[in-house]
């Protein structure tokens, strides 16, 4: 067995590699940026190695540093983790030359998939269905033009070296095909260096089934069955689950055999995956799936395939590392119930996804629903630097039903403050009719973003809890009693209060009055609501109109935020003297409402400018994001110029002023 393994990574797969190190007597070692000094994988390895800077391209990008620390640290091999350099054939190329061992595959099966083009050629040979498209090397749009017409609308543009989503687009008609490939090719090149692009047919009523492979040097090939990853958001994974709703069982067999017949066509060895697309217009069918890519690493999704299969797939890893065999053959390998993961992330979804930065002042996460793998505890910053994952959730029960209840309910009790998650998205999803009911596909989060991603108003009590916190009420609620009654505050009862809270940038004004024993009356909206509430150490019962709810709330200085049932609301005391001024100025600024890269300006000093059109773009983390104009009016300043790393709040453009 390999004696000590350095982990090129961070955040919960570094943690979740060092988890299976210790259980094994494996030593770890975790590399780190600046930004991550005091992260939970450096504190969890047995040594930590500083490897640079906090942007990843000088330090977890940086091959070099990352080899050299491996060697001074006495590793013998190196886990990439998923991203960064994982799926780089020169790093595992350069490790193998560095005498250490890369934990993943050979170079040159990395090479023969990281092009999706050369990858399809390869595997249309190996006899395993790809599919229908042109992925050869002309790259004329007429030509092209006349591929796409063969294959017939719509189709899917995609950036041959492509990854994440980008570098795609779907194409109706022939009409919009230019347009589509030219705007393709140009992010592709900018993301990958790289602007060819095949053409795909555009599968109807899409479902994306991955299969987990693994290999070792002595020619085996298993596969671990299937993921179905369909749920997505910008062709990116939300929820995952295992195994894939509505399977026919020749199909899992035909896909099983396919994904083993690819791995084996290209001397497979170690942990990856087979990600094809089945057509689902008719249910699943044996004949209606095509290989889309491999993924020659492990996957960000792993953990539901460990739980239906009772494997850790990074304790395989380290075997087949250290050159034994598999662990076992195909026909000791079953399905054992159902499992789902879902992605925690600091994003704000009820404001276009959002990416959140900032200090997690509270994490909550659940702990006996489920298998939680995170990085990040709470005290910890979510930088822009990195991928802003928080956790991953993971659930296993005896069938699906029992697995996406339980996913329900541990999503419920995540409660997280100081920076906005997508917790009660993920909740929603997992109560939406048709995935619940087992009917994913790759639009279903599109067709049902307006339900998934709306902003709930705040239910009176809810208001009412989040007034008392600010007033000081709930401070006082020290006691030992499992539930006590909230028995008035500062002491004396029939005591009244005012507070102006804010709710998602709305006034929200809230009068309360405290009638002693628990019971309060509270005017908002022009409502008036008598509420009797008791506490316990970690939250509150509140008895509204005869209904008992359990609310939780976290208080951290400047904000009150209040979960309830998967939800939440944050609230901040809204300033009743930021007079109208303030006010005004504020629509005369343009402001960076993110830390990122400010990467288009449209407009120059003079410019008309029309309320809401787009006047700059940030990208920060995995999005980018356009400044609409507040107001009609003419650019006074342009203070940043395209290219320049920006704080949040930095103000971009200001507009001139306007009299009267
Ligand atoms: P990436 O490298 O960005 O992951 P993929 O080729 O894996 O690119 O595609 C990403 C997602 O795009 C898939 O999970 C699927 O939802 C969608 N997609 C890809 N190819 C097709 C296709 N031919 N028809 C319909 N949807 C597709
Ligand atoms: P606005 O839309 O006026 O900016 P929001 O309430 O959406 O007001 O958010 C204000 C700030 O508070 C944002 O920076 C956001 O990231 C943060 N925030 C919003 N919701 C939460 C939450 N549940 N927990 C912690 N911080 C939050
Ligand atoms: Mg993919």
Redesign the pocket.
Known sequence: MLKKVLIANRGEIACRIVRTGHRLGVATVAVYSDADRDALHVRLAGEAVHIGPSPAVESYLRSDRIIDAALRSGADAIHPGYGFLSENPDFAGAVAAAGLRFIGPPATAIRAMGLKDAAKALMEKAGVPVVPGYHGADQDPDFLLGEAGRIGFPVLVKARAGGGGKGMRRVETAAAFKEALASARREALAAFGDASCLIEKYIAHPRHIEIQVFGDDHGNVVHLFERDCSAQRRHQKVIEEAPAPGMPEAMRLAMGEAAVKAAQAIGYSGAGTIEFIADASEGLKADRFWFMEMNTRLQVEHPVTEAITGVDLVEWQLRVASGEPLPKRQEELSIDGWAFEARLYAE?A??GF?P???ML?HLDLPDDLARVDSGVRAGDRISPYYDPMIAKIITHGPDRTAALSRLSDALAQVR??????NAAFLRRLTIQPDFAEGRPDTGLIDRHLTELTMVHAAPPEVAALAALSFSGTLAARKTNDPWALLSGFRLWSGASDFILL?????PLPVSFLSKGEGNYRVLLEGRDVDLRISSSPDAFRVEVDGRTSTLHE?H?GK?T?VFRDGE?????LADPLAGEDEAAAAGDRIVA?IPGLVKLLHVAPGAAVSRGEALAVMEAMKMELALPAPRDGRIAEVLVSQGEQVL?GAVLLTLEVEDG
């Open positions: 704000d009820e404001r959002l959140a930065t900032g002042a997280a403050a100081g920076v906005t998650t804010e709710h998602r940038g709305q976290v951290d904000a935020t939440s609301w944050h609230f901040t409402p949040e």
